[in-house]
């Protein structure tokens, strides 16, 4: 059968395939989007928790992290959490190009966990605060900076003073 295809039908497959199409790529949008709300919505951190007790100390209110230990913070722009029964609060630790930071890992609006994503610390609810790298606030509805810690680089020893 060697039938001609109008312009008309031809057109109208077209149209209904290039929807088909986009749907999908819209429903996977959706998906993606709804996926990152509900994330959003429990808090949920993307960052990596340090699972070493060995690489740290606390005593008096100063941490004493041991670098040589953690190797995923030896990278510039890497990040990891530190919570602990032992520890007063969860922390955010960030190695940056120029020198470490610590963080209450709290945000100051919706006192959720931060994340360092895309160069920024990002609140991990739905207001999606951004700060700098030095904790100070960019943007959304904090309206504080992060806590921020002193931190003494000894060598492979970064010591914290919490309190």
Known sequence: MNKKMTRRALLRIGGCAGISVAGGGIAAGIIGTQTDLFDRLRGKTDMPLLGKSAAWTYNDQVLTLNLDLIPE????????????????EPLLIVHTADTYHVFLNRCSHADRRVDLKDGELKCTCISASTFD?????????????????TVEQNGSQLVVTLG
Do not use: I, Q, V
């Open 133 to 149: 790298l030095t904790g100070k606030h960019k943007s959304g509805p904090a309206e504080t900076d992060l806590t921020t810690y």
């Open 73 to 88: 913070l030896a990278e510039r722009d890497s990040a990891l959490r530190l919570e602990a029964n032992t520890l007063p």
